[in-house]
């Protein structure tokens, strides 16, 4: 990891709050890994499924995935929508999520009740 942008990213993690994961730690393999372009690629996965009335649409940023596994994602769901009509299940879900592990990532989540 030579170069500009090593030195760009080693500037930005110095500055970086302690609860953080830094830059380097983050991005530092994917940005400095490949050689020649093109250095990341976004293919989409795409599906077709059907849900029910009543299903429950979990969107969320790796941030999120990263700590949290599909069985507890579901599960925390599950108990914030037992827990009555009043709650944020996105919040409710980034709450469960800190109680696992504090993300080191940005974290986005949209749920989607059907």
Same mark, same amino acid.
């Given at each position: 990891?030579?170069?500009?942008?090593?030195? %760009?990213?080693?500037? $930005?993690?110095?500055?970086? !709050?302690? !609860?953080?994961?830094?830059?380097? #730690?983050? %991005?530092?393999?994917?940005?400095?890994? %490949?050689?020649?372009?093109? %250095?990341?690629?976004?293919?989409?996965?795409?599906?077709?499924?059907?849900?029910?009335?009543?299903?429950? $649409?979990?969107?969320? !940023? +790796? &941030?999120?995935?990263?700590?949290?596994?599909?069985?507890?994602?579901?599960?925390?769901?599950?108990?914030?929508?037992?827990?009555?009509? &009043?709650? #944020?299940?996105? !919040?409710?879900? $980034?709450?469960?999520?800190? &109680?696992?592990?504090?993300?080191?990532? +940005?974290?986005?989540?949209?749920?989607?009740?059907?």
């Amino acid at each position: 990891m030579n170069g500009p942008p090593k030195k %760009y990213i080693a500037a $930005l993690s110095a500055v970086e !709050s302690a !609860s953080r994961v830094n830059l380097i #730690d983050q %991005y530092g393999p994917l940005f400095f890994a %490949y050689q020649s372009p093109p %250095y990341l690629t976004a293919t989409p996965h795409t599906d077709l499924i059907t849900l029910e009335k009543g299903s429950i $649409l979990i969107l969320a !940023s +790796d &941030g999120y995935w990263d700590n949290v596994s599909n069985e507890e994602a579901v599960s925390a769901a599950m108990e914030g929508r037992a827990a009555g009509d &009043g709650v #944020d299940l996105a !919040s409710y879900l $980034l709450d469960h999520a800190k &109680g696992i592990k504090p993300p080191g990532d +940005d974290v986005t989540i949209v749920v989607i009740v059907l």
